[in-house]
């Protein structure tokens, strides 16, 4: 019997929190997951699950009933800002990947696995907000919340997204998120408004001179199935700021910003009931992604912009494949940097790529945009084809392979 550790605090309710517990709880270790905040339903807007990180739900066995609350994308169609169209990506994806592209609420996903992770015995807390980890090598782990109270345990997962407290925690000195210049507005639609348009069950998405539209389906509901996203360049503004203009003002902020783009992305606008507007941060590399007991995994570990549309998959990709090193009953800061050394080359090159595509995002001169358009008429076969490698991935086939560890990760943390 290998020796495996007991006890998992994790920190944060999100996607790969409650994913890491499941896993966990599978392999006969305990987790208890920690969210900042109250358990709540039909908060924030619509994503889209790619086949590598459906991969992850299929392993949990979840991957069935995600389909049948989301909507399967078959495609991600461009258009310029006049309705031309530019080319197509991600066909055939399940034939391709063995998993289809998956769009769905974010709440739908938060609401499925926070429920079988009830079901499965995880131990959840809510207003639970960690103010600070001890880590000394006498004792347990400590995790310290706001309200004062501890928990202990035998390590700790940081998943606690992109304003990670847990990544202070292992990179004290590490970097800080930044705002990548974009600023991102969504929300949800009734589906006969895309159907009436004669949008098929794929995503549309236009590159505006400034700025990007999408729109696709997301769940069977007629008043709510279809969701929309408007990505502009924050010109210094922030999400906070646009939050408190108050419903009317934010909307009208959106529909000039769109105003005489192709249809029907004006009626899509003024039919939107609540927006969602969001910050597009990013973190540069970290110097390391584990310090003693606590690992982080997902955005806390290599926060993306959501360009690629990835973040969310390759949170969960780390779920999984942390959870399987763990059960290998290694050391566990010899397990921490081997999952490190696994997975920081593939989750940098996602973020690469993000990084990459918000560009296209950013303000052009008319010319500047024509001839991107043109050009990415030209490139989208071929840089379709250079996205395979991230779809390709299966996690839950992946093998694990040897690989060095380094004393920085293995000292202990105070
Ligand atoms: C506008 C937008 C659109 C996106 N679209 C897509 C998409 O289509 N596809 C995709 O794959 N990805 C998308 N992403 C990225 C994706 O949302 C993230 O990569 C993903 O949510 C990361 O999951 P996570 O579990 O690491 O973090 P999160 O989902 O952010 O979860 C972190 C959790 O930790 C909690 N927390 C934070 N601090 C504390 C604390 N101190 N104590 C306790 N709990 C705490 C938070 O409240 C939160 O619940 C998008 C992101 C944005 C902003």
Same mark, same amino acid.
Request: neutral net charge.
């Given at each position: ?8 605090? #994790? ?37 889209? #699950? ?11 066995? *979840? ?74 090598? $006498? !004792? ?5 919340? =706001?309200?004062?109270? %501890? ?44 159907? $009436? ?5 794929? #995503?549309?998405? %236009? ?30 503004? $922030?999400?906070?700021?646009? !939050? ?37 941060? $990013?973190?540069?590399?970290?110097? =390391?992604?584990?310090?003693? !007991? ?9 926060? %993306? ?16 494949? *942390? ?58 076969? *071929? ?21 060095? =560890? ?9």
């Amino acid at each position: 019997m290998r020796n495996l550790p007991r006890k998992a605090l #994790i920190i944060g309710a999100g996607i790969a929190g409650p994913v890491a517990a499941l896993f966990l709880k599978r392999a006969g270790i305990d987790a208890a997951v920690y969210e900042a905040w109250p358990y709540a339903t039909g908060i924030g807007g619509g994503l889209q #699950i790619a086949p590598n990180g459906m991969h992850v739900l299929a392993e949990l066995g *979840l991957a069935e009933e995600m389909i049948s609350r989301g909507e399967v994308a078959e495609s991600f169609d461009f258009y310029s800002q006049n309705g031309a169209r530019i080319g197509s990506i991600n066909r055939n994806m399940k034939a391709r990947f063995g998993q289809p592209a998956v769009n769905m609420r974010r709440a739908a996903l938060n609401e499925v696995l926070v429920d079988r992770a009830w079901c499965e015995g995880v131990e959840l807390y809510f207003e639970k907000r960690l103010a600070k980890i001890e880590d000394r090598a $006498d !004792r347990q782990i400590v995790a310290t919340f =706001t309200d004062g109270s %501890t928990a202990e345990g035998d390590f700790v997962i940081g998943a606690d997204g992109v304003h990670s407290l847990v990544r202070q925690h292992v990179a004290p000195d590490g970097p800080r998120p930044f705002d990548t210049g974009l600023v991102s507005f969504g929300g949800f639609i009734r589906r006969s408004l895309l159907e $009436d348009a004669g949008i098929g069950p794929r #995503i549309e998405a %236009t590159f505006g001179k400034a700025g990007f539209f999408g729109c696709g389906y997301c769940g069977s509901d007629p008043d709510q199935g279809a969701m929309w996203w408007s990505t502009q360049p924050s010109n210094g503004v $922030d999400a906070a700021t646009f !939050r408190a203009m108050g419903r009317d003002p934010l909307k009208q902020h959106v529909r000039d910003f769109h105003a005489g783009w192709h249809d029907p992305i004006p009626e899509i606008i003024d039919a939107a009931e609540n927006i969602v507007v969001t910050d597009t941060l $990013d973190v540069a590399s970290l110097p =390391t992604w584990s310090r003693g !007991r606590t690992v982080l995994i997902g955005d806390a570990a290599h926060a %993306t912009s959501p360009h690629a549309g990835q973040g969310a998959s390759i949170a969960l990709e780390d779920a999984l494949r *942390l959870v399987r090193r763990i059960q290998e009953g290694g050391e566990l800061c010899e397990t921490f940097a081997q999952f490190e050394a696994e997975r920081r080359p593939r989750a940098e090159r996602v973020v690469a790529i993000a990084r990459r595509n918000g560009n296209s995002k950013r303000e052009f001169s008319p010319t500047g945009a024509w001839i991107r358009d043109r050009m990415m008429k030209l490139l989208i076969p *071929l840089t379709s084809k250079g996205m395979d490698w991230m779809y390709a991935y299966n996690p839950a086939e992946a093998v694990s392979s040897p690989a060095g =560890t380094s004393a920085r990760h293995c000292r202990q943390a105070a």
